[in-house]
């Protein structure tokens, strides 16, 4: 696993650029105005507390909840993405927490779900399969066989295979929300690897995460949401966990304020000392 790097300063178009993202359910305002740029070859983590925005967020990128108000703009164009389907069109390829994988079936047959190859009228099971064992290959996934019924698979090898079915529609984008959740260090480093061979593909990836340890591990950009805002962007390479957690909690708004309150102190104190002389 590499670890993260300082990403150079980007003058290249952004594969995806929001702008005002906004979206609210009944008085709860989800989301507040938010941005968020991911450029290709770049692992950007969306981080966040428990409802400051980030699973709306994907949802409105990815179709599934089209947002209120705001821009998105796709490889250079402007776009709305009304539905999951048009997202895929697009580019952008979601994998949500459940997996949506079906138990009964193999890896092939998960891989290829819903866009199964059909030859001579019938499924064309050898060619599905070397597919299959050609890209888990390119990602270096380590899977027992693409035989292997996905309801014995291990949580990180089930969470491959779910990476590796939204890179058959050969996307721009991946989207991964909690990835490395409730796994162990074997799974989360086999994970975490994963998105390592994704930003060599030059795909851009955000992964949305509340684990530092992993957020540190494999990004380069860290965007921080809270209440629906941005509240700190970071390269991970220059900054710390210490940093991050400040602006997710609000409590690097709170060291602002308290320092500016001190500098007007001090003005006033050294205002009076003058008014005295």
């Known amino acids: 696993m590499s670890s993260a790097h300082e990403s150079s300063s980007r003058t290249e178009m952004a594969v995806l650029s929001v702008r005002g993202a906004t979206k609210r359910y009944g008085a709860v305002q989800a989301l507040a105005g938010a941005d968020l740029d991911v450029h290709a070859g770049e692992v950007v983590a969306l981080v966040g507390d428990n409802g400051a925005g980030k699973s ?31 997202s895929q069109h697009l580019g952008i390829a979601t994998v949500f927490q459940d997996l949506a994988l079906c138990d009964n079936l193999d890896v092939v047959g998960n891989l290829y779900l819903g866009r199964e190859l059909i030859r001579g009228g019938v499924l064309d099971e050898p060619e599905m399969e070397r597919r299959s064992w050609t890209l888990l290959r390119e990602l270096s996934a380590r899977l027992p066989s693409v035989r292997t019924p996905v309801a014995s698979l291990s949580g990180g090898q089930r969470q491959t295979v779910a990476i590796s079915r939204s890179l058959l529609g050969d996307p721009k984008l991946v989207m991964l929300d909690e990835p490395t959740a409730a796994l162990g260090v074997a799974q989360t480093a086999q994970v975490l690897n994963l998105i390592d061979r994704l930003r060599e593909r030059g795909l851009a990836v955000v992964l ?10 494999v990004a380069d950009r860290i965007v921080v949401l809270r209440l629906g805002r941005n509240a700190g962007e970071f390269t991970t390479a220059a900054t710390t966990r210490e940093d991050v957690i400040a602006a997710i909690t609000g409590a690097a708004d709170n060291v602002v304020v308290q320092r500016e309150s001190r500098q007007r102190l001090a003005e006033m104190a050294d205002t009076e000392t003058e008014e005295q002389l």
């Not at 949305?208 to 591990?217: G, K, L, R, Y």
């Open 56 to 86: 709306t967020l994907v949802k409105v990128i990815s179709g599934a909840q089209p947002a209120d108000a705001g821009e998105i703009q796709f490889a250079g164009r402007r776009v709305t993405i009304p539905s999951p389907l048009a």
């Open 208 to 217: 949305i995460s509340h684990n530092m340890a992993d957020v540190f591990a």
